[in-house]
């Protein structure tokens, strides 16, 4: 399995107080219920979705068949997500919770 943990940001020709959230990429159809199941998770710490992306053509994923999803945990351009981006407490929180979305995959595959 890979996991690529990443902050977002946006361009200059947007608003950054408009756009926040967290948000999860994948490539293959067959990698978005792990994707789901980390999303799912990472909401439980208050910050909004962004989105839940397929197809998404990221290098990293691309040369892989592993199972693999690319996680934004929040935008860094926007001010409120930037001051939870700097907590390590909340960090700490994004990181548990996308280890127990990662749990929750691997006991869905059991079923």
Request: proline share 8%.
């Given at each position: 399995m890979l996991l690529s943990i990443h902050s977002n940001s946006i361009g200059l020709t947007t608003n950054p107080?408009?756009?926040?959230?967290?948000?999860?990429?994948?490539?293959?159809?067959?990698?978005?219920?792990?994707?789901?199941?980390?999303?799912?998770?990472?909401l439980k710490t208050g910050i909004?979705?962004?989105?839940?992306?397929?197809?998404?053509n990221?290098?990293?994923?691309?040369?892989?068949?592993?199972?693999?999803?690319?996680?934004?945990?929040?935008?860094?351009?926007?001010?409120?997500?930037?001051?939870?981006?700097t907590d390590p407490e909340f960090r700490h929180k994004i990181a548990e919770r996308i280890v127990d979305g990662v749990e929750d995959f691997l006991d869905s595959c059991d079923d």
């Open positions: 107080e408009n756009t926040r959230g967290t948000a999860t990429f994948y490539k293959h159809i067959c990698y978005r219920p792990l994707s789901l199941a980390i999303v799912k998770q990472v909004p979705l962004f989105g839940n992306v397929g197809s998404f990221f290098s990293l994923n691309a040369p892989t068949e592993l199972p693999n999803v690319l996680v934004e945990m929040a935008f860094v351009s926007n001010p409120l997500d930037e001051m939870n981006l």
